[in-house]
């Protein structure tokens, strides 16, 4: 039960919601540090609800692991809704700081050294999730575009049993947008400042080549090596061979394989003359124009020189990060998701994989709730 003090007379109740927008006073809720905030839980309460929403593969199973944890009975709703409220503060405090080193890169202010012995490297891929907002042509998929930064100091690498080298990464960050290109770059110029872009001595941006990706690295990061990831490359070939060969044929294997050989050995002329009766067409039916999709990343798959160098050539990261921010808690059977929804799942998501939940989410939402309070 809810005790207010309410105003003795109409003028005090007008000056009182001129002042705060309240019609009354609650001091317990505000002994308890409540006041000003929604749903009536406390911050402590509300965090640890939003973990659980990103943590589990939905909200109502979130709904089953506060109650077995926490041991509080808290509907699947109130578990989206506050979620929603906590993920839309990590991400707009996301936005304003994301804004605020995109202006300061072209306003110049931002100052480089690269005192870091080792590699910087950046991921971004695209991947899509059904939502309940249909587009101009009807479609309700949308493309979250997913970047990833880590750098070489932050690989652990060993020899197998089979005397085959492994690697894990021992920390990275995660930056999720459900939007633009043009927003997502902000997000990730923030991600690779923190990670530790410009004190490198070497810039690689791992990617499937798609221009987007290209046009972006050019304005934010001029001195990268791009590398076309290799496995996608391949993916491509196999697909242009299926189409160029009778489905009958083994011969489409074959070439494919002869070609992907090429092209790691860095001999992509040879395979642009061989191509170059496909530089204007396609196959019949095929979605990939090959010639053009290698001519587009001519200077990204030097492959030689790269494995020289020791840089990674597979993109094998952010595939692994697409199915653990983005597949595997919104992209189940049958969900559909409110866009802001969607993007504040991510938010969380992202912060929690990436072992940034104090920083990014505790400390701001309480400063948050700090405020409201304060307000009342």
């Not at 400042?193 to 810039?203: A, C, I, K, S």
């Not at 001519?295 to 990060?321: L, M, P, R, T, W």
């Not at 929690?352 to 700090?370: M, N």
């Amino acid at each position: 039960m809810r005790y207010y003090l309410k105003p003795k007379d109409n003028v005090s109740r007008d000056r009182l919601i001129k002042l705060t927008g309240a019609k009354g006073v609650a001091p317990l809720d505000s002994l308890l540090g409540l006041a000003g905030l929604p749903f009536k839980i406390t911050p402590d309460a509300m965090l640890k609800i939003a973990f659980w929403a990103q943590n589990q593969l939905s909200f109502q199973r979130a709904e089953e692991a506060i109650q077995e944890i926490m041991h509080v009975r808290i509907n699947d709703d109130t578990v989206r809704l506050v979620s929603d409220f906590v993920g839309k503060i990590v991400f707009e405090n996301d936005c304003r700081k994301a804004s605020e080193a995109y202006t300061m890169l072209h306003e110049g202010k931002l100052r480089f050294s690269k005192n870091k012995r080792g590699v910087l490297y950046i991921l971004a891929d695209g991947a899509t999730l059904n939502t309940r907002l249909k587009d101009d042509v009807g479609s309700t998929w949308r493309e979250n575009k997913l970047g990833e930064v880590f750098s070489s100091k932050d690989i652990y690498s060993w020899t197998d049993k089979k005397g085959k080298r492994q690697h894990k990464l021992q920390k990275k960050e995660y930056v999720s947008y459900l939007g633009s290109a043009v927003e997502f770059q902000k997000h990730l110029l923030l991600s690779a400042l923190r990670g530790g872009y410009g004190q490198f001595e070497n810039t690689v941006v791992l990617s499937d080549g798609a221009a987007w990706i290209r046009n972006m690295v050019e304005e934010l990061f001029p001195d990268a090596q791009q590398i076309l990831d290799y496995f996608h490359l391949c993916e491509n070939v196999h697909t242009f061979a299926k189409h160029l060969f009778d489905p009958d044929s083994k011969g489409a294997a074959s070439w494919a394989a002869d070609v992907c050989t090429k092209l790691k050995a860095s001999k992509s002329d040879l395979v642009l003359r061989e191509l170059e009766q496909f530089k204007d067409k396609k196959p019949n039916g095929c979605p990939v124009n090959l010639y053009g999709y290698i001519s587009n990343n001519i200077k990204n798959i030097d492959y030689v020189a790269y494995e020289e160098k020791g840089y990674f050539i597979g993109s094998g990261a952010i595939e692994s990060g697409n199915k653990l921010i983005v597949q595997d808690r919104l992209k189940r059977a049958g969900m559909r998701w409110n866009h802001n929804t969607a993007q504040y799942i991510l938010s969380l998501k992202s912060k929690a994989e990436s072992g940034l939940w104090h920083s990014d989410v505790v400390i701001p939402f309480l400063s948050h709730c700090r405020s409201l309070s304060c307000c009342f």
